[in-house]
């Protein structure tokens, strides 16, 4: 089984503010000294937050937080060690308040279309996903298409889209690498056992004893595309993740949009063949 390479990095356990915040400094690779720079404060400030010897404001955590780019469900937790109350609050997504974000998302999905686009939270489940997504799930047997749709599950599950990868080796190094990532930056139980779970998963043979076809276009040199099987013929798409910008709720900054853009003319040209 895999393990997250940053095993041997994840945050304290709750000891006080003090060494949560100098983890978040080490992990960024900040020292103090440019940490207080940023944060218009001293060197000296800092270490005695750190140790425990000087509690820090709710405004000074906040503040490190910022410059530390933690965040917003860790940035609760460094309030919570502090002494303060959580500042951000996490509405369920199918809250009434959120309403107008959910929309949007759904016309930004759907206008993204016929290339696939979907919405996943913080454990890679679906929230949202448009007509080109279904169009790569058709075939996939209905027991992973039980809702909530996980998109690791869904693509590297040996029933699931991982056989008709071609890339498959590659693109499953890109992903667990992407989860190792998160997992170094949340104290998230569920990401982690979901990393465990998909980690786990046996690789199909052809994808273990042969290397990958080579594409009939040139691969585009600025990122890993997604070459998969679909009616007889071979997709290749780039994935994008976007994020919000500056969110106040934890679910909200929690989400993120990823899009499959189509990465050669073939692609492109069969993709718009779809459309009514």
């Known amino acids: 089984m895999t393990t997250p390479a940053s095993d041997a990095a994840v945050l304290p356990a709750a000891e006080g503010v003090g060494p949560l915040l100098r983890a978040w400094r080490e992990r960024r690779r900040v020292s103090q000294l440019e940490l207080a720079l940023r944060a218009d404060s001293s060197a000296r400030h800092i270490s005695f937050v750190e140790t425990g010897r000087s509690r820090p404001s709710e405004e000074m955590v906040l503040r490190l937080a910022e410059h530390l780019d933690v965040p917003v469900r860790e940035r609760n937790a460094l309030l919570l060690a502090a002494g303060y109350a959580p500042r951000y609050r996490e509405t369920p997504l199918a809250d009434p308040a959120l309403d107008t974000l959910r ?17 996943v939270d913080a454990t890679y489940d679906v929230v949202a996903a448009n007509r080109g997504i279904l169009t790569l799930l058709e075939g996939l047997p209905e027991s992973l298409l039980v809702p909530p749709l996980n998109a690791m599950r869904l693509t590297l599950h040996p029933e699931g889209l991982a056989p008709r990868i071609r890339n498959l080796r590659e ?6 690498a992407q989860m190792e990532r998160q997992i170094a930056l949340q104290r998230s139980q569920p990401l982690r056992e979901l990393y465990a779970e998909v980690a786990a998963y046996p690789v199909p043979e052809e994808a273990e004893a042969e290397p990958a076809d080579e594409p009939s276009e040139p691969v585009p040199p600025f990122a890993l595309p997604m070459r998969i099987e679909h009616d007889d013929r071979v997709l290749s798409f780039i994935s994008s993740i976007s994020t919000f910008n500056t ?30």
């Open 247 to 276: 969110p106040m709720d934890v679910t909200v900054a929690e989400l993120a949009i990823e899009t499959l853009l189509p990465a050669d003319p073939a692609t492109v040209k069969y993709l718009q063949s779809l459309l009514p």
């Open 171 to 176: 693109w499953r190094g890109h992903l667990l």
């Open 103 to 119: 929309e949007g998302i759904e016309r930004l999905i759907q206008g993204y279309e016929p290339y696939p686009a979907f919405v």
